[in-house]
């Protein structure tokens, strides 16, 4: 039987796909998957018919929760220049969808860690997609100053997993 993270990378893989259905069956395990079926307007049905009954009471707070939007929006703008800071670290990217892992086993020391330097062929991680792991190349000379995400984290194309500051 599949695993739900194997189930969600499908899921991903077909979405990104021009397939627009799947099936898969494995020891009387049956998994079919379509695009732009009329099972999903159907889910969505269900929860809206719930937000109706006590729209009345959420209604009042919107107007209120509408100046909250207005002070987020500068916190947006204050983070800004965070942003541009980071811009001058060199991102390394996931080159695919998959899961993430940062050492070569469970038991291991992870590949690398804050503070470490790091030349182009060195190994900073593995991706794991459909049951094939690849080591990801760090493909610039620095150091380390982030890791962005957490071991096991599916991770998506062009996700960005470290920061490194050239050298």
């Not at 499908?10 to 009387?28: A, C, P, R, T, V």
């Not at 889910?43 to 006590?54: G, I, L, N």
């Not at 800071?85 to 390394?92: V, Y």
Request: net charge negative; with cysteine; glycine share 4%.
């Amino acid at each position: 039987m599949l695993k739900i993270q194997e189930i969600r990378e499908l899921i991903k893989l077909i979405d990104q796909s021009s397939i627009n259905e799947f099936e898969y069956e494995q020891e009387g395990a049956k998994i079919s998957l379509r695009k732009g079926g009329t099972e999903q307007p159907v889910v969505q049905q269900a929860p809206q018919v719930r937000t109706e009954q006590p729209a009345p009471a959420p209604q009042q707070p919107q107007a209120e929760q509408a100046p909250q939007q207005q002070k987020e929006e500068p916190k947006k703008d204050s983070d800004a220049p965070v942003k541009e800071m980071d811009e001058s670290l060199h991102k390394i990217e996931s080159p695919m969808v998959g899961t993430f892992y940062a050492s070569p086993s469970p038991d291991e020391d992870v590949y690398v860690k804050p503070g470490d330097k790091v030349s182009n062929d060195s190994i900073v991680c593995i991706i794991e997609a459909m049951k094939l792991f690849n080591e990801i190349e760090a493909e610039v000379n620095g150091e380390i100053v982030e890791v962005l995400v957490e071991n096991g984290q599916l991770v998506e194309y062009g996700q960005p997993l470290f920061l490194v500051k050239k050298q």
